[in-house]
Nanobody
Framework: QVQLVESGGGLVQAGGSLRLSCAAS????????MGWFRQAPGKEREFVSA????????YYADSVKGRFTISRDNAKNTVYLQMNSLKPEDTAVYYC????????????????WGPGTQVTVSS
């Protein structure tokens, strides 16, 4: 069982930045893929970004490419999502997730989820 806890959410103005962190209860080096998803009110949970065990493969949704950066520090069992140039449409609850698969881009491919952290971007 893997427990994940997100932190770093909050309220920020458009154009601002936030850094989300996801702390895992187990060694992240043992988790093949770590990802971030988000869910806005009334919408489906959507893929944001994912990173493989060594960080050699990284994936982004088109909507965040060039603005968000995912990284992982296996020594600290933590995954990060640096979010720059935030837009009001980035407002959502952001979820950290862990997958036992080598590559995972959709919800059902993830096995463990954090409770989420709210990100609100004001215009």
């Amino acid at each position: 069982q893997v427990q994940l806890v997100e932190s770093g959410g909050g309220l920020v103005q458009a154009g601002g930045s936030l850094r989300l962190s996801c702390a895992a209860s187990t060694r992240t080096f043992s988790i093949p893929t770590m990802g971030w998803f988000r869910q806005a009110p009334g919408k489906e949970r959507e893929f944001v970004s994912a990173i493989t065990r060594s960080g050699s493969s990284i994936y982004y949704a088109d909507s965040v490419k060039g603005r968000f950066t995912i990284s992982r520090d296996n020594a600290k069992n933590t995954v990060y999502l640096q979010m720059n140039s935030l837009k009001p449409e980035d407002t959502a609850v952001y979820y950290c997730a862990a997958s036992l698969r080598v590559e995972a881009h959709i919800k059902r491919e993830y096995d463990y989820w954090g409770p989420g952290t709210q990100v609100t971007v004001s215009s």
